[in-house]
């Protein structure tokens, strides 16, 4: 089987680098089919990058074009579509759950997409350490983990620091595409990136002309119909 350590080759380094996650990394329960699909499939699909070798996103798609960052993609449902209805945009995602990994590697190969690549492990670290400055033209990340205790708040990943870094990575005019379903959390953005004069808040229509379309995911529909809201935000990175 593929292990962690191979599939991201600065785990060991990184956990000393940042303490906090905003997850808990769980075993979780990998079927042969899975297994058998990280093996396969990640060489071809996979992203594999010292700890602090920053990525050629051209030669690794072998063109320019913009790029696409979605940040814990789950199983990748809404992220494959999105590479397949926008051919001429390249897509990277990160997560650091195999099986979500393992589910998404396959509808890769199957579908016969060649703009999506994956990275394994916290996204943090990638962008500080993989990504260049000025390289992605979309920040995504949908329904990150709420951390609803307070005592909790301080793992949210959208954090002030974090949204700083977020702005180091986006080009000029960039967007940052956030989705949650915790009326909280989405306080605590607006809190956040408010606070960050860089940044200014589109409206919905704007945003929907500049954001790529965001299919509604089996989690998001378990939500609505749990009688949650779902909170949609998209920040421009001004000039």
């Not at 962008?127 to 709420?146: E, G």
């Not at 307070?150 to 990943?157: D, G, N």
């Not at 180091?168 to 379903?181: M, S, Y």
């Amino acid at each position: 089987m593929i292990s962690l350590q191979s599939m991201n080759t600065h785990t060991n380094e990184n956990e000393r680098r940042r303490t906090v996650r905003s997850f808990v990394l769980r075993k979780g329960r990998m079927t042969k089919a899975q297994d058998a699909c990280l093996q396969t499939l990640w060489p071809e699909y996979g992203i594999c990058c010292a700890s602090d070798e920053l990525l050629d996103v051209a030669a690794l798609f072998k063109r320019e074009a913009p790029t696409v960052l979605e940040i814990g993609f789950g199983t990748g449902h809404t992220l494959i579509q999105m590479a397949l209805q926008n051919p001429a945009m390249n897509f990277i995602g990160i997560e650091v759950f195999q099986t979500g990994i393992a589910t998404l590697l396959a509808e890769i190969k199957k579908n016969s997409v060649t703009n999506l690549r994956l990275l394994h492990g916290d996204a943090i670290d990638f962008l500080t350490h993989n990504i260049p400055d000025a390289s992605l033209s979309i920040i995504q990340l949908f329904f990150p983990d709420p951390w609803q205790k307070t005592r909790h708040h301080k793992r949210r990943i959208v954090q002030p620091s974090f949204v700083s870094l977020v702005s180091e990575k986006l080009i000029t005019n960039g967007i940052f595409h956030l989705a949650t379903d915790w009326e909280n959390y989405a306080t605590h953005i607006l809190d956040v990136m408010t606070a960050k004069p860089e940044f200014k808040k589109l409206d919905a229509e704007t945003s929907a002309k500049k954001t790529l379309n965001r299919l509604v995911t089996k989690f998001e529909n378990r939500g609505t119909q749990l009688g949650y809201a779902i909170f949609d935000f998209a920040f421009l990175l001004q000039a």
